[in-house]
Every structure is written in C-alpha cells, then in structure tokens.
C-alpha cells in the first residue's frame, strides 16, 4: 500500500498544509488530489492555476472505502477500485469476527492524537480500534471532525480508565514516559501496567488503505501485548 520506492523516486511537492505551487505546475498534473478543509488553500491556488483537483474529505471507514472507489472510477478503472475496497471491507469483517468472539470485557483504549493540548481519535481510529477488538473510551468524541473538538482534559482520561494507551503525535514521537509521567496518571490502569503503546502516524492518521491494513495489525498488536 506504501510503496518504499516513492519515497526514493519521487519528488516532494508539498506537506499536508503547504505546498510548492510552481513545482506542482511543472509535473503539468491531470488531476491533483487533496484532503479535508486544512488544504482549502491549497485547493483554491491550484483551481485559480487552471489545474482540476479533487477533494476528498473521508472521516470513516466507510468514507475511505468510498473515497477508493471514488478515486478509482476518476483515473478510469473503477472496477480495479472495487475490488480493493471489497477485499479491504471483507479484511475488517474477518478481522472483527476473530478479535471479538468470545470475549467478555473488551479493553478500554484511550488513543491520543496530540499532546498539548490532549486530542483523542478521529473516528476512523475510534471504529478501527472497534474492530481490533477494544472500546474507544472517547468514541462518542471521535464523531467530531475537527481536532479542537476532541482535545480532553487529564481528568477525563484518568476518569476513564483506559486499560491501553496508544499515541500518534501527528508526526513527531509517541513519548509513553511522558504520558505516565503526568499528574495523577499513575492511577491509570494503562499506566499502571505499562501498556502505552505508539502507532506511527503514517499508518493510522492518513485515513487510506494503510490505515485498514497496517495501522489495523498494529492496533491488534499493540491490544494483544
């Protein structure tokens, strides 16, 4: 899903909230894909540039399987595009049945997005965690797209008692030492026991279909330790 190669071979033209205009012009694009409101800028250069783009906005799983059928369907081989997103929806179902039978109290997982301020799991990451088998203990929160709608405060966390906590610092490193650190949190279970666990960013927080397969087994991985 992530080829290593790209990375190697092709050139970077931009980050998730800029982007180098006169080096995306010089590729002479078809067609420029973006994601969420952050890069409303961005889109809006590009159209006044003459470039079509396309902009997608998932915030689910069933967005994401969506936005692969929706992509592939642009560049002309929509039943290419299908076939992975069925094959991905059928990879989670097995996923769900296997983690979830015969299990009497699901672990309470408390994902953190950020850490000044606290920002809990979008909601890809709160089903994703479902289907690993555990409970978002801010699901209900993970419903609100923007990031400044899900920042908690420790207390709520500690309130929660999650017995796992997994940290993607949105592109810097998951400190557990610190997390524990944190007053009062040694109360927390999850602290208690040492089960803080980082999920790269690159595998969780871009909502694609790395995050249905490798950030899915990691998330597995880390609920199984």
């Not at 396309?54 to 595009?81: K, S, W, Y």
């Not at 040694?186 to 909502?207: M, T």
């Amino acid at each position: 899903m992530r080829p290593p190669r790209v990375r190697r071979e092709k050139p970077r033209v931009s980050a998730f909230i800029s982007a180098d205009l006169p080096k995306i012009l010089a590729l002479e694009p078809d067609l420029v894909l973006t994601f969420s409101d952050l890069q409303a800028d961005i889109v809006r250069d590009l159209v006044k540039a003459g470039i079509a783009v396309h902009a997608f906005n998932q915030r689910d799983i069933a967005g994401i399987l969506a936005m692969i059928r929706t992509l592939a369907a642009l560049v002309g081989c929509p039943e290419r595009g299908a076939a992975l997103a069925d094959a991905l929806a059928a990879r989670l179902d097995a996923v769900r049945r296997t983690r979830t039978a015969g299990v009497d109290r699901p672990p309470l997982v408390y994902f953190e997005e950020w850490d000044a301020p606290m920002i809990s799991g979008i909601r890809w990451v709160s089903e994703l965690i479902a289907v690993a088998g555990g409970i978002d203990v801010f699901e209900e929160r993970s419903r609100c797209g923007a990031a400044s709608d899900r920042i908690v405060g420790p207390e709520e966390v500690i309130a929660a008692r999650p017995d796992i906590i997994l940290g993607s610092w949105c592109g810097k490193r998951f400190r557990p030492e610190m997390v524990a650190a944190r007053p009062s949190f040694d109360a927390v279970p999850a602290v208690r026991n040492g089960r803080l666990f980082e999920i790269k960013s690159p595998l969780i927080l871009q909502p694609g279909p790395a995050a249905l397969t490798d950030g899915l087994d990691r998330i597995v991985e880390c609920l199984s330790a």
